[in-house]
């Protein structure tokens, strides 16, 4: 089996690494804070002291971080990938960046000799945990089929699709928070309407599970919702950021999206409110509030 770099061991990848664990791959592992490096290293993993090291050690790496910064840190800063970076290598980069961002690494990297993936994932913690993440590529054909058995270690099979070319994976991600944002904003505002008219919105919520209306985001956030149970699968401070990446990506493409930026104001005042560290599907908290609904959970 390849020897496997995994940089980035946070709410996700830290699980995800471990799957890659347990299915034999040995794991190279590096991560600012050492307590996630410790546990997986009595696991079976091994430490690296730097990105330069994880590279100087394997041809398959693997990033999970929280934004296109730490991204273009991890690979292009002192003591970065680039600098210790293997001909043949191939870069899989799991985090939610900007498509932008993604296409110059790729380029960079093919400079180098190397190949870039860029591979965001939807799922959250449950879906690292459970191995079933959706993941959505962009880069080369071949390599991603090269890879494609790492990624099936983490993710659902049948939701491992490349989408294109480099940035494409990227781009597919935003297309994502956008799908999930509004139909998150919608569901808030059907359970504050049914609050306010006195229904059950438990009941409501059963009754659109069985038909048309069906959803995800109506399912899993749904019962959050109800439940006022905002521990972080995903932080919302992670997902203003995506929304940030939505919104730069529809500006340069002048694409319109009315409703995107409106759930970006919801999403804006939601950290305003000072929720950041909570699951967003606290952006119905926002919702219950404009709808002058006390103890809006």
Not at 83 to 95: K, N, P, R, V, W
Not at 120 to 134: C, D, F, H, K, Q
Not at 205 to 215: D, I
Not at 257 to 271: F, G, K
């Amino acid at each position: 089996m390849d020897t496997i770099g995994f940089i980035g061991l946070g709410l996700m990848g830290k699980p995800m690494a471990g799957h890659l664990i347990a299915r034999g791959y040995p794991l190279v592992v590096h991560n600012r804070s050492q307590a996630a490096v410790d546990e997986l290293v009595a696991k079976g993993a091994s430490r690296a002291a730097s990105p330069a090291e994880v590279a100087r050690r394997s041809t398959r790496i693997i990033t999970m971080l929280p934004d296109s910064p730490d991204v273009e840190k991890v690979l292009e800063g002192p003591d970065g990938i680039f600098s210790a970076l293997q001909i043949g290598t191939i870069l899989i980069d799991m985090s939610s960046i900007s498509p932008a961002v993604a296409r110059r690494l790729a380029d960079t990297a093919r400079a180098k000799g190397a190949v870039m993936i860029d591979a965001p994932v939807s799922g959250g913690e449950i879906g690292a945990i459970g191995a079933t993440l959706s993941i959505m590529a962009g880069g080369d054909a071949s390599a991603f089929a090269e890879v494609r058995p790492i990624l099936e270690v983490m993710g659902n099979p049948e939701r491992i699709i490349r989408i294109g070319e480099s940035g494409a994976g990227q781009l597919c991600k935003v297309c994502n928070q956008m799908v999930i944002g509004g139909t998150l904003a919608v569901v808030s505002e059907a359970f504050a309407l049914a609050r306010k008219a006195g229904v059950d919105p438990a009941a409501v919520r059963a009754a659109l599970l069985g038909g048309f209306a069906s959803s995800r985001v109506l399912d899993v956030h749904g019962e959050r919702i109800l439940k006022g149970n905002y521990k972080p699968g995903f932080r919302a401070q992670l997902y203003a950021k995506d929304y940030r990446i939505a919104g730069e990506t529809l500006d340069a493409l002048h694409s319109p999206a009315p409703v995107t930026r409106e759930v970006q104001s919801l999403v804006d005042a939601l950290i305003a409110n000072g929720r950041g560290d909570d699951d967003y599907s606290a952006l119905a908290t926002v919702i219950f509030k404009m709808a002058g609904l006390g103890g809006e959970r």
